[in-house]
Structure formats: C-alpha cells, structure tokens
C-alpha cells in the first residue's frame, strides 16, 4: 500500500508560482508512473502532468505546456509540479497518483492510476 500527502498549495496572483510536493511512503515509488490531476469546482478531474518511472518521459495536459514542470526524486520518493505564470483558471484542488502499472504509456485517464493523495487546493487570484 502507498501514501501520498500533497503540500504547497496556496493562495497566490496571477502571474505567480508555487511548488508542489507529493511524498510517498510505505512502499518505494521509483518503478510507478506518477501523474499530477487538479479537480475544479463542479468539473471533472483531469490530467494536468505525468512522469514515467526514471524521468525519461514528460506529458503535459496543452494549457499548462511552458508554465509547470513536474519532476520526480526517487530517493526521497517525492515528484514535484512546479507551477509558473499561474493563471486563475489553474485554480483547484491538486492531486498527486501513482500508477503501478510502468510497464504501459503514461496515462491520462483517472482510473489508471492506483494510488491517490488527498489534494492540495490552489487558488489564483486574478
């Protein structure tokens, strides 16, 4: 079993940044894909980032390209969204997930991921 716990959500203006961490435990996250989704109120949640098991393969959902970047450091088992130019459309709640399934693309869809942190909210002021 795997446990992730989301920080550094905010309250930030338009044009900012923030940093995001998910730290894993219980079991060690260096063989699974791990995704970033964010969930608006009243809207779906959707796929915003994924890294595949080493770092060697990067998605972006289109509206972020050039702004976030997701990383990962399997030592600390810890993966990071570092959000820039944030927009007040990026607001919402920021989940961390984990895929056990390495061995298949990185997905975008929710029910592919296995594991799911408890989000951290993120609020862009305009």
């Known amino acids: 079993q795997v446990q992730l716990v989301e920080s550094g959500g905010g309250l930030v203006q338009a044009g900012g940044s923030l940093r995001l961490s998910c730290v894993a435990s219980?079991?060690?996250?260096?063989?699974?894909?791990m995704g970033w989704f964010r969930q608006a109120p009243g809207k779906e949640r959707e796929f915003v980032a994924g890294?595949?098991?080493?770092?060697?393969?990067?998605y972006y959902e289109d509206s972020v390209k050039g702004r976030f970047t997701i990383s990962r450091d399997n030592a600390k088992n810890t993966v990071y969204l570092q959000m820039n130019s944030l927009h007040p459309e990026d607001t919402a709640v920021y989940y961390c997930?984990?895929?056990?399934?390495?061995?298949?693309?990185?997905?975008?869809?929710?029910?592919?991921?296995?594991?799911w942190g408890q989000g951290t909210q993120v609020t862009v002021s305009s």
């Open positions: 219980g079991r060690t996250i260096s063989t699974y894909h």
């Open positions: 997930a984990a895929d056990v399934d390495s061995w298949t693309d990185i997905s975008r869809r929710t029910l592919h991921y296995d594991y």
């Open positions: 890294v595949n098991w080493n770092g060697g393969l990067i």
